[in-house]
C-alpha cells in the first residue's frame, strides 16, 4: 500500500523536476529538492555533497557488503524538446526525473518500513551529476579550473571516493520504447566511446581571383567523411560501431579558400580493444585527407566512457522477482547490448553493477517528444518491484561472485586508451 498512498506526492516530485531540466554538475534546484525531501523523511539523515550537486546517503553501515543505488541528476540539451528550458536548452527525454523520483520512493519506503535494517547488506543512495556526456566547453572549464578531473559525473565520484567500501551497484533506466503492458529490461549491455576532434588546417586565399594559392581545409574534412564512409564496411557487426562525424568549428567565408575546420564525432564500439583499433583507423583516415591535400590535422582525443557489461549474476535476482510478479508483465532479457552509452560502464569497472530498465513512455528518447505516460507503473508499480528485487537479494548474495577493482587500476586504463 505504501507505494500506492504516496503515489500523488511522486508524481509531483517527478512533475517539478521535469519541469525544472537541469545540464550537468548544475543540478542545483534538483539537489535542493533531493536533500530536502531526504531530510523530511529522515530528519537525522547525514548527507555526503560532493561535486557540487551529488549527495550520498546510508541507510545502515554496519553490514558485511554495501550495494549502490544510484539515480542520475542531470537532464539533455535538447532546446527543441516541449518542455526544454528556454535559457538552457536543457530538457529531460532521457528519463533522469524518474529516475530520482524512484529513489525517492524507496528511501521514504525504508524509512517507514524499516525492513532494510533485517538486510545482510547495506543500502546507500548516491544521486550523482553529469551522466549525459554534453555541455563539454563548461565542463572543461571546470577542469581547467582545477573543480574536476572528469567531463563524466561517476568517474569524478570515482576519484573522490565517494564509491569507496561499495560492493555493487543498482541503477534504474528509462526505455527508450513504448510497450503496451508493463515492461522491464535486463542484461543490456551498453557501449563505451571516445570523444574525437579533427582540426583540419589549410591556407586561406582570395577564392575567386587566387584559389591557386589556397589550400581547403573543408575539403579535406569532406575527404575524411568519404573516408570514414568508405571504412563503414570494414567495421565489425559484433561491435556495433557508430560514427557520426559533425562540422563543430569554422572560419568559411564564400569568398575565401578556409584554412581551418573542425570535425568532431564520438566513436562508440563494444569493447576497448576494438575502441582502440578503430580509433587509429580514424585517425589515419584524418590524416591521409589531410596530406592528400597539402594541409595538416590535429587530433584531439577525450575518454567518454568505458564499455558497460552488466553483471549477469546480479541480475539473477531480478529474473527471480519478476517470475514471482504479478504486476510486471513483459521482460526484454535476450537484446544482449545496444550502442547508446553511460558512466555506468565506467564504475562496472570497479565492481558489479546492473542497470534495470523500465516502460512507461512514448516519444523518442533524446528526441523533442519524450515524456512518461503510465506514471502508475513508473511511480508507483516499479519501485514497489525493486522492493522485491532488493529482497530477493537479502541472504543470498555470494560474495565470491563479485569483484573489485581500485581507483587507480581505472585511472591506468583510461590514461592508456585515450593517450
Known sequence: MFFKERFAEMKEIAEKIFDRPELGYKEWETSALVRDFLKKENPQAELETFSSTGIKTYLTTDKPLTMAFIAELDAVYAPSHFNADKETGAAHNCGHFTQVTIALALYAYFMETKIHEDFDYNIAFVFIPAEEYLDLDYRKQLVADGKITYLGGKPEAMKLG????????????????????????????????????????????????????????????????????????????????????????SDMSTNVVPNHITVGTDLRTKTVEYMQETAHRLDDAAKGSALALNGQVEIETDMGYLPFVQNRYLNTFVKKAFDQSEEIIDIIDDRGGIAAAGDIGDLAFMFPCIQISYGGFEGTIHGDDFKMVDDRFVLEQFPRFLVDVLKEMNGNIDASQLYKRSYAEYEALIQSIAK
Open 162 to 249: 565517494v564509491f569507496d567500501g561499495m560492493d555493487f551497484g543498482v541503477c534504474v533506466h528509462s526505455i527508450g520504447e513504448e510497450f503496451a503492458r508493463p515492461t522491464i529490461e535486463i542484461d543490456c549491455d551498453l557501449a563505451g566511446f571516445l570523444y574525437k576532434r579533427y582540426h583540419f588546417t589549410g591556407k586561406a586565399s582570395h577564392a575567386g581571383f587566387d584559389p591557386f594559392s589556397g589550400v581547403n581545409a573543408y575539403s579535406m574534412s569532406t575527404l575524411f567523411n568519404v573516408a570514414v564512409g568508405l571504412n563503414r564496411q570494414q567495421f565489425r557487426d559484433d561491435q556495433m560501431v557508430r560514427v557520426n562525424p559533425i562540422v563543430m568549428d
